[in-house]
């Protein structure tokens, strides 16, 4: 052995390659088996390997639609262990899916046991379910013993699988396909197999039928969980035409009336591929949220089928308004997405229309018809040598009766007589005709091997013209065959013929044959102000010293005690009604916006303003204020830079709010007033007043603003809006309003020093 290892031609051979060249052809070899044998399927029969293989394994167990299930562990085994040499859990999620009535349109496995269901619960384990095939894919493997399509050998050559399945109808766009290859992916959605095969009967006498016209057929997918499909009409055409697109997809709904004007909506089919259960906790957030503030509550009553009850927060709202929020902010809307990347010949992926899709398959079908009928003509010959030599048995009884009886090899006897020149007998030479298959003198091996099988019980008369009768029909049947593989046109009237069969057994009148998904329009649903959907009510807004906010039931006395925190007080309260918009202003220079319904109640003490808006720790509350529309707000920073902005640029759509004052650090925002007035009155920390007229500021939508007024120490307290003519006023410390109607000391130009405030004005620099 240590000779063998020092001799120096028995090392091996070093191959030396670019590491880019050796990893680039691993890596492509990878690509090209995830495409072709795991993740596109094949446009003949729709199916990935996986999948043909599970239905292979089941007809060869027998499995078949009126018989007897087995359990899928021993399914799943079997193929593992014969045809698909990957995880018995990957095989045997992929058989559970093919039962599962809510993803598959059409199963293809019967399951009985837990296969899991439309809420997204797994499977049993494969241990406690059973399962056998369908009449659907029964009809996908009719055939397959007829030579209908080629066999290879298996992963490990001890057994023959077959390449393809024979397919009786379009099963690529009936049960639809999903897939993640390298590089490149599938997504084809399913379909109704009458409308499938109306348009490919329709593409056999028009083979070059317009796209647009297959439309006619086919006017869109058939999900298994129905729904309500809006996508417009010119889009879907663009889809199918290209192989690429998406589909929108709602929710099937009805009113359902309670009476006393009461209502509740029903949703009784949800978009596909959507789980029940997160569907309904993503409605639940929406009602914790209050995204959708009309929405009051959800339930699930569903059995069988599928029943959610949607509960508006009103009566006197329009139920097309609360789905179409729905619509926006869940999944009772989807997109699916249509990408008809499939293996168009089985070995090259290609996006096809869906005109290319039913080609493909009426082109496997004459080929599968072509075989089937070849394989067919190969039975009926061999029948009729057989017959041949049966009937000359029957004309021959005595001769054949001698040869048995007497001769020691009496096969080989009967392969040497010449029947041609024996007479039967109770037949006269002259009467005899020979008969026109007796070409040769003796018989063939097959002949004699018939003839000595032959049961003593079969030498009757009756037998012998039996045997002639089968001969003159399988004759016919031969030259039926012959015709139809010489002539194209008889071709094609015989697959429309078997499809028009298909339609038949699986159209309409099947009970899963009907179509479940509708169409519609989607109409546009225009956004709506809160007051149309929100019941109006009085309540009183109260914000504490630390943020804390609630909202109390009615108009209640401002002047009123209530109740707050240890160490925390009083700030803000003001009279509101539930369909106002709350204006949060932060010493940051950002507007947050809060529904006045979406405020906690007033039983307790409230919540953290900063857990319903993102406003960071180390920014203060401005000011807080219900929004006009119309009205202008001033707007400033310590630093003594603001300007006028209309309330409309100020509301913010999301939690982070919106940006209105930049500040430069260390500026922070201190003012925010409604402007009523015509001048404006400036306050600084050194107590110094300045009053210039309201025209001199800008009205900007975003901005650092300009100087209202100059300062060598310190920076701006308060600024405020008033009428001139009617004086500036202020509350002095005992609480008393003070009005100051000479103003000329005080009047100047804006960015200007001002004067000292006037005698009794607040220590704190503060108009209010």
Not at 3 to 18: F, K, R
Not at 455 to 484: F, Q
């Amino acid at each position: 052995m240590s000779d063998l290892l020092d001799d120096p031609n028995m090392q091996p051979e070093a191959v030396s390659e670019p590491l880019r060249r050796a990893i680039g052809e691993r890596y492509l070899t990878y690509a090209l088996s995830t495409i072709m044998h795991r993740a596109l399927p094949d446009a003949r029969d729709g199916l990935k390997p996986v999948h043909r293989r599970i239905l292979y394994a089941m007809r060869e167990l027998r499995l078949s639609s009126t018989g007897g299930f087995r359990k899928s562990a021993k399914i799943s085994g079997d193929v593992m262990g014969n045809y698909h040499p990957h995880g018995d859990a990957a095989i045997y999620d992929a058989m559970a899916r093919l039962a599962q009535d809510f993803a598959v349109r059409y199963p293809l496995v019967d399951g009985q046991g837990n296969f899991g269901n439309i809420d997204g619960d797994n499977p049993a384990a494969s241990r406690y379910t059973e399962a056998r095939m369908t009449a659907f894919a029964e009809a996908l493997l009719d055939g397959l013993a007829e030579d209908a399509v080629d066999f290879r050998d298996n992963y490990d050559g001890t057994l023959r699988e077959p390449v393809v399945l024979p397919a009786s109808f379009p099963n690529l766009l009936a049960n639809g396909s999903s897939g993640i290859a390298v590089g490149m992916a599938t997504n084809i959605p399913p379909h109704n197999i009458g409308e499938l095969i109306d348009a490919c009967l329709h593409l056999i006498k028009a083979p070059d039928a317009r796209d647009d016209t297959l439309l006619q057929y086919i006017p869109g997918p058939d999900f298994p969980t129905g729904g309500v499909i809006v996508e417009p009409p010119e889009s879907i055409a663009q889809a199918y035409l290209t192989g690429r697109g998406a589909f929108r997809l709602r929710c099937k709904w009805e009113l359902e009336d309670l009476g006393r004007g009461q209502w509740q909506i029903v949703v009784t089919e949800i978009p596909y591929q959507v789980q029940k259960s997160k569907l309904i906790e993503r409605i639940a957030e929406l009602i914790q949220t209050r995204k959708v503030p009309i929405l009051a509550d959800v339930r699930d009553e569903s059995a069988d089928d599928v029943r959610l009850i949607l509960e508006p927060r009103s009566k006197n709202v329009d139920p097309e308004v609360l789905m179409g929020m729905m619509y926006r902010n869940s999944e009772l809307e989807v997109r699916f997405s249509l990408n008809m990347n499939v293996l168009i010949d089985g070995v090259t992926p290609k996006v096809c229309s869906l005109k290319e899709v039913l080609r493909a398959f009426l082109d496997f079908r004459q080929e599968v018809l072509l075989r089937r009928s070849a394989h067919r003509m190969e039975k009926i010959d061999h029948r009729l040598e057989v017959l041949e030599g049966l009937i000359i048995a029957f004309l021959n009884l005595d001769r054949v009766i001698d040869i048995i009886r007497y001769d020691d090899d009496p096969k080989a006897a009967l392969m040497r007589e010449d029947w041609s020149r024996t007479v039967p007998r109770a037949m006269s030479e002259a009467d005899y005709v020979p008969p026109p298959y007796s070409d040769e003198p003796g018989l063939s091996e097959v002949q004699a091997e018939a003839i000595l099988n032959m049961r003593l019980r079969s030498l009757r008369r009756l037998e012998e013209m039996e045997l002639r009768a089968e001969r003159d029909a399988l004759m016919a049947e031969r030259a039926g065959l012959e015709d139809l593989l010489d002539d194209v046109s008889l071709q094609w009237v015989a697959v429309a013929d078997q499809l028009k069969e298909v339609k038949k057994t699986f159209g309409k009148s099947h009970a899963i044959g009907a179509r479940r998904t509708q169409f519609a329009e989607a109409g546009s649903v225009e956004d709506v102000p809160l007051e149309a959907m929100i019941d109006r009510e009085p309540i009183t807004v109260v914000c504490s010293q630390m943020g804390w906010i609630r909202a109390m039931t009615g108009h209640l006395d401002l002047s009123r005690e209530l109740k707050f925190k240890d160490g925390d007080g009083p700030r803000f309260m003001f009279h509101a009604e539930t369909t106002d918009r709350i204006l949060v202003f932060g010493s940051n220079g950002r507007f947050y916006t809060l529904s006045a319904a979406n405020l906690p109640g007033g039983r307790g003490m409230g919540e953290p303003l900063r857990l319903m808006v993102d406003l960071p720790n180390e920014a203060g509350i401005v000011d807080l204020l219900i929004h006009k529309p119309g009205r202008k707000l001033l707007v400033a920073s310590d630093a003594g830079d603001g300007f006028i902005v209309p309330e409309e640029e100020v509301i913010a759509q999301t939690r982070s709010g919106k940006q209105v004052l930049n500040l430069r650090d260390p500026a922070r925002a201190v003012v925010c007033r409604p402007v009523m007035g015509d001048h404006v009155a400036c306050v600084g920390d050194n107590r110094k007043v300045l009053v210039f007229a309201l025209d001199e500021l800008p009205e900007l939508g975003r901005g650092k603003g300009v100087r209202l007024q100059k300062y060598k120490d310190g920076g701006l307290s308060d600024a405020t809006t008033f009428d001139l003519a009617d004086g500036l006023s202020w509350r002095d410390p005992a609480g008393r309003t003070r009005t100051e109607s000479n103003l000329d000391e005080w009047l100047g130009k804006r960015a200007g020093t001002g004067r000292m405030a006037p005698r009794g004005f607040p220590r704190d620099n503060r108009f209010t």
